[in-house]
Each structure stands twice: as structure tokens, then as C-alpha cells.
């Protein structure tokens, strides 16, 4: 309960306990933050890692009058920490899938799932590593599981870079810009829950459709077998009037 508490009073504070790990470590944040930021992205055992509020606070921190850090050298830094992440996330992906979804018969290892996954990254792959840079959790996995459907490296590539200059900029570039407006300053724990919420309303959206699917799903078969009986009703209603 208590690390849940401190991780709460770390999300709420992330401008001051970053003011504090600035004054600490000196030009070595840059480093830290490279970590934390390829760390995310590039390891499917650390998704929860605060990526868009950090980057958000770490602009803000930028931009303070008398700050050290350089908001020039961050954005191409930060940039590359983010594509190497998803670039070492999809090649373990790649080099992981064939040994691990290999099983006939499995119900979660089966290979139907395998290509199921490569179908639906074929599809719409760009526009999933894109989107899922702005989705907590969901942008740790998303280029594991598109190296292990084999999606094709050059496309992936593509939009690995797209979605981590974007990703990067807008929250960085935001907070730069943007953090110290006396509003959001003074108020800095509202906009990292907003963050946070906005970030997961996505999969709060794709949950509900998700029921909502399975809800029709169960309820189509049951119209669709009551039909037939309907329409032999309505014969035998049909054969039987002139006799009547």
C-alpha cells in the first residue's frame, strides 16, 4: 500500500521530484531519461513507467529560467531513445515468436494466433505503433507483438519513427511551452491526472466495444436460429388456411 502511495505522490509531484533528481545528478538527467524513456518502450517487464507525464515535466523543467538543460539537445536525444526502444522491442518480438507460438493445439500459444496477429498488423500496423505511443501499457507491447506477426521491418520502421518524433515532441515541446503558464503551474497535479486519463481512454473505449461485441455476438446466434422457425411457422400457417 505504501509503494502505491509513493507511487501516486511521485505522478502528482513529477515536476518537483524531477527538479530534485536535475539538482542532483547535473547533465546525467540526460541520461536518465534516455533510460526511462527506451526502458518503456524497449521492455515488455517495465510498461508502467510514467513516459507522457515524464516528458511532459521534463520540458517544463527546460524551459525554467536558469535551467541547465537544453530543450535543443533533448528532443533529438529523447527521439532516438523512443525508436531504438520500439526497434529492440519488435527484434525480440521476432526472435521470440517462432520458439514461443509453436504449439498446435495450445489455446494461447496456438499458431492461429500468430497469424491472426501478422493479418491484423498487415492491415492496420501503421496506424497501431502510431497510435499506441500515446497509450500507457499498450505502447510497451505493441511492437513485441508486431515482431513476433512479422510485420515488415521497413514499414514498421516507417511509422516507429513517426510515432516517436511525434510522441516526443508533443509532450516535451508541451511541457516546454506550455508547463509554466502560471495555471498549469500552479495546478500541476490536475494536468498529470489528465494526462494520465486521456492517455487511457482509449482503452476504456475499446473495452466497451469490446463487451459491446461480445454482447451482439451471443445475441446473433439466438435471432439467427429463431428465424427459420419463424419462417416454418409462417409455411404451416400458410398450408393449413385453406383447409380451415
Same mark, same amino acid.
Given at each position: ?6 507511487? /501516486? ?6 515536476? #518537483?521530484? &524531477? ?12 541520461? &536518465? ?6 526502458? !518503456? ?6 510498461? /508502467? ?15 525554467? !529560467? ?38 498446435? $493445439?495450445? *489455446? ?13 498488423? !498487415? ?6 505503433? %502510431?497510435?499506441?505511443?500515446? @497509450? ?20 514498421? *520502421?516507417?511509422? $516507429?519513427? %513517426?510515432?516517436?518524433?511525434? *510522441? /516526443?515532441?508533443?509532450? +516535451? +515541446? ?5 508547463? $509554466?503558464?502560471?495555471?498549469? #503551474? ?10 494520465? &486519463? ?7 473505449? !475499446? *473495452?466497451? $466495444? ?5 454482447? +451482439? ?5 439466438? @435471432? ?14 400458410? &398450408? ?5
Amino acid at each position: 500500500m505504501d509503494l502505491v502511495r509513493q507511487g /501516486i505522490d511521485l505522478l502528482l509531484h513529477l515536476d #518537483k521530484h &524531477l527538479d530534485t533528481v536535475a539538482t542532483t545528478f547535473g547533465p546525467w538527467l540526460y541520461l &536518465l531519461m534516455f533510460v526511462v524513456i527506451f526502458c !518503456e518502450t524497449g521492455l515488455v517487464v517495465t510498461p /508502467i513507467l510514467p513516459g507522457d507525464s515524464l516528458l511532459f515535466a521534463f520540458g517544463m523543467l527546460a524551459a525554467r !529560467e536558469g535551467s541547465h538543460l537544453s530543450i535543443a539537445l533533448s528532443v533529438p536525444l529523447l527521439i532516438v531513445a523512443a525508436i531504438a526502444g520500439d526497434a529492440v522491442n519488435y527484434w525480440v518480438g521476432y526472435v521470440l515468436g517462432p520458439k514461443v507460438f509453436h504449439y498446435e $493445439n495450445s *489455446w494461447l500459444l496456438n499458431k492461429k494466433h500468430l497469424v491472426h496477429t501478422h493479418e491484423f498488423y !498487415e492491415r492496420h500496423g501503421g496506424k497501431t505503433i %502510431v497510435i499506441a505511443r500515446f @497509450i500507457p501499457i499498450v505502447r510497451t507491447f505493441a511492437p513485441f507483438v508486431a515482431g513476433i506477426a512479422r510485420m515488415g521491418y521497413v514499414r514498421f *520502421w516507417q511509422f $516507429n519513427c %513517426v510515432g516517436g518524433a511525434t *510522441w /516526443i515532441c508533443l509532450f +516535451l +515541446l508541451g511541457g516546454y511551452y506550455f508547463g $509554466n503558464i502560471p495555471l498549469i #503551474k500552479n495546478h500541476f497535479e490536475f494536468v498529470m491526472v489528465a494526462i494520465v &486519463l486521456i492517455s487511457v481512454m482509449p482503452m476504456g473505449i !475499446e *473495452w466497451l $466495444n469490446a463487451r459491446r461485441r461480445a454482447r +451482439l455476438a451471443v445475441v446473433a446466434p439466438s @435471432i439467427a436460429g429463431a428465424e427459420p422457425v419463424a419462417i416454418a411457422a409462417e409455411r404451416t400457417s400458410a &398450408l393449413e388456411s385453406p383447409h380451415s
